[in-house]
């Protein structure tokens, strides 16, 4: 540990460890096992796993999920004079030949990549010729299908871990229930009793309070005096890009200049807005949830959920971001039963059809495979295609490579290539090469404007060849300077298992199908689930920082389980909120989606259209966003929906009707038993939506009030 102290006060400038820091350090380095920190946002995560790897002989490799959160910590470290960097898409190719060689030759000491990395045969083969000191896993809440922000990508991690014998791994997250704690540590052999190192979540500078309103207008009334009575920066949370423009928009005209971000601005505009914001004294920002991750500002006094946060896991995150420097600070969260619907078709809209998941799995089992063994496809079509978007898609790709092992996900390519000329002599000496590859580029490309394009794919079809020889001859042209190149469409590689065939006959990908759908359908629930305890935390009799740490399995966060400051400390009691839902659908309603979209063979389809959930085949069908039946339905019960559109669906046997939108294929046709099986509605656990008449109640709870049971 004496290296460590010196690394912390020489390289770091700090005279001390904080929190339980010294202890997970102790962990990696004397003790030689696996850990997993579970610290608030801000609470000094990035230290426990930045020290050791100064300490250790070999590199330390972190996954992150975030470009712009790499770079911020590859710049602070640099600046330290340590030997840092993050390897990404977006850099020049000079660039990542130069990290390569650092790695290689040892000199690197922290690297910083995307867990979609790890698919990279090329970053992987590097990674195989050096010593892996450390694994550091940051948002390792990710790896757990419980978790929030589940990213399939990180379901490759701890086999990637095991298959480069990494000699140790600390897993890093600010928001882990006791189920998601469980995940990691068991995905990743850390020690639960000993192995796991948290704080308290509790900050007792923050003021959580509660407000329920009926519509946009009744929020504003309280926000702008809020913003106006503000004490330093804040920021105000809403659900959609559109909202956070719309917000500014009204704020403005009251004296207040707020700023907008969210992932719909350019890159640029995005970075100008995060450093303007974190310059400021008294700032305002209207953001999505896109905006906070790597914000470590001290003194922002106020984090306002405008619009209610779908999950616990999100509020805490993003109310961990207010008071850093200790000093009082609110967080106020709206509750809008209109809102509630935009969230359900956050929960609902990745779960699609049964048939569909059948038609994909068909299409991979029955794909011939290349000379290599592999199969590949373009996600972006194949989502179109199915009417499964594609985070889902890529996610069905991770089942069948982690949970059914019928494939292995590889590097992945472009198919199309923009050939410009870079010198008049370099051309020249492309269109003198008289290479087989060359002549085929050559034959198959065609001229746009001031370029050629070439799909390789289709011409390695056509003629007979590799791909990877045109490939290579389109890359050789440009590393020998003769032309610039720009590649589109990218396509997902995938080698076969050959131990584990894919399913082949009609029972064997019908019953893949199923447990793929059923999947879905949980997740569908756990979504809208969560959705219910953000509601349930808000309005329930109790302390709400204390229910807070409860969720967490922090049952003794609060000192006495009371704050002083919360909504419910101040008055007593929870607050009313009764949000419902229609469950009868109107026949009128349900006649005019009808006869704005000819769809029949799932009926999920037509309930999302008048529910007001995207999805590809609605927007391909011109039914999506900018339709005006589009979402025109939003006050009832999805899954009342569902079973309406079933039974006009059924008495023309799931057939579709003439005069299909052209930008839509209809080659998909469906039996009616087909249809019928995936086209049944999962199960809503919400029960203030589930019906037209429950609602949540109050009862009575601490400080001489009697707890209200939980659901």
């Known amino acids: 540990m004496e290296k460590a102290y010196e690394v912390l006060r020489d ?20 003790e030689n096992e696996n850990a997993l920190v579970l610290y608030p946002t801000g609470g000094g995560k990035s230290l426990t796993y930045q020290v050791p790897a100064l300490c250790l002989e070999g590199i330390t490799l972190v996954i992150s999920p975030l470009i712009a959160l790499m770079k911020d910590q590859v710049d ?53 010729r050096v010593k892996i000191a450390l694994l550091a896993v940051d948002e390792s809440h990710c790896i757990s299908q419980w978790g929030s922000s589940f990213r399939p990508e990180y379901l490759k991690i701890a086999r990637f871990a095991e298959e480069m014998d990494v000699e140790r791994v600390l897993c890093l997250t600010a928001t882990a229930t006791k189920m998601v704690s469980e995940d990691i540590c068991k995905n990743f052999y850390i020690s639960p009793t000993e192995g796991v190192f948290r704080t308290p979540m509790y900050r007792p500078n923050l003021a959580f309070q509660v407000e329920v309103v009926n519509n946009l207008e009744e929020k504003l009334d309280k926000l702008i005096p809020l913003l106006q009575s503000r004490t330093g920066p804040a920021i105000v949370y809403v659900t959609l890009q559109k909202h956070a423009e719309d917000v500014a928009n009204h704020l403005r005209p009251h004296g207040l200049e707020p700023m907008v971000y969210h ?33 470590d500002k001290a003194n922002i006094r106020q984090v306002v959920h405008l619009y209610m946060p779908k999950t616990l ?22 509750l809008c039963a209109a809102d509630i619907p935009i969230l ?14 059948q038609l994909w799995i068909q299409e991979v089992a029955m794909k011939q495979s290349a000379a290599d063994g592999t199969i590949d496809f373009n996600l972006y079509e194949q989502a179109k295609q199915y009417d499964i978007r594609q985070n889902v898609l890529n996610l ?56 050629h394009v070439i799909d390789v794919v289709q011409a390695a079809k056509y003629s007979k060849t590799d791909r990877n020889d045109l490939a290579k001859k389109i890359s ?96 007593g009691s929870g607050v009313e909120f009764n949000p419902t839902a229609q469950s009868t659908p109107d026949p009128k309603q349900i006649k005019a989606i009808l006869n704005a979209c000819h769809v029949r063979d799932d009926p999920r389809l037509l309930a999302r259209m008048a529910f007001g959930i995207t999805s590809p085949r609605l927007t391909a069908g011109k039914w999506s966003t900018y339709h005006p039946l589009f979402g025109s339905m939003v006050a009832y019960d999805f899954n009342a929906l569902v079973a309406a559109f079933d039974a006009e669906c059924k008495k023309v046997g799931y057939e579709n009707l003439e005069a299909p939108a052209p930008t839509y294929s209809t080659s998909r046709k469906r039996t009616s038993t087909q249809a019928n099986s995936g086209s049944s ?18 009862g009575r709870g601490r400080g001489g009030y009697a707890k209200r049971a939980r659901r």
Not at 11 to 30: K, N, Y
Not at 344 to 357: Q, V, W
Not at 397 to 413: G, S
């Open 11 to 30: 390289t770091f400038g700090f005279d001390s460890f904080r929190l339980s820091q010294e202890e997970v350090i102790r962990r990696l380095l004397v």
């Open 76 to 128: 602070s470290l640099v600046r330290r004079g340590v030997k840092a960097a993050n390897l990404d898409s977006t850099q020049p190719m000079d660039r990542i030949s130069w990290i390569r060689g650092e790695v290689l030759s040892g000199s690197m000491k922290i690297l910083y990549v995307a867990p979609e990395r790890l698919n990279n045969e090329n970053f992987v083969n590097m990674m195989r």
């Open 263 to 295: 992932a719909g601005l350019p890159s640029e505009e995005r970075e100008r807005i995060q450093m303007q914001f974190m310059e400021s004294e008294n700032g305002i920002v209207c953001a999505t949830i896109a905006f906070g991750m790597g914000i």
């Open 313 to 334: 896991e999100n509020y805490s995150q993003e109310v961990g971001r207010a008071g850093r420097d200790g000093l009082p600070s609110q967080c106020v969260m709206f």
């Open 344 to 357: 359900e078709g956050f929960a609902r809209g990745d779960t699609c059809s049964k048939k569909d998941i």
């Open 396 to 451: 069905c790709y991770a089942q069948l490579e982690l949970d059914y092992n019928h494939l292995r996900a590889v590097t992945p390519f472009y198919s199309v290539f923009e050939i410009n000329s870079r010198t008049s002599d370099g051309w020249q000496k492309v269109m003198s090469d008289n290479s087989p590859a060359a002549k085929v580029v050559k034959q198959y490309w065609t001229s746009k404007t001031s370029a």
């Open 476 to 571: 050789d042209w440009e590393l020998d300077g003769h032309i610039t190149c720009k590649a589109s469409q990218v396509r997902y590689r995938f080698a076969l298992q050959s131990s584990n065939p894919l399913p082949k006959t009609v029972a064997e990908i019908t019953q893949l199908a199923d447990l793929i759908h059923e999947r879905m359908q949980g997740r569908e629930n756990e979504a809208i689930e969560k959705i219910r305890k953000v509601i349930e935390f808000a309005i329930d009799d109790d302390c709400l920082p204390q229910s807070l740490c409860e969720y967490f399995d922090d049952s003794e966060g609060v000192p006495g389980g009371m704050c002083g400051k919360c909504t419910f400390c101040e008055t």
């Open 681 to 698: 509605g999962s199960k809503s656990n919400y029960t203030s939506r589930g019906s037209g008449s429950s609602s949540y109640s109050r």
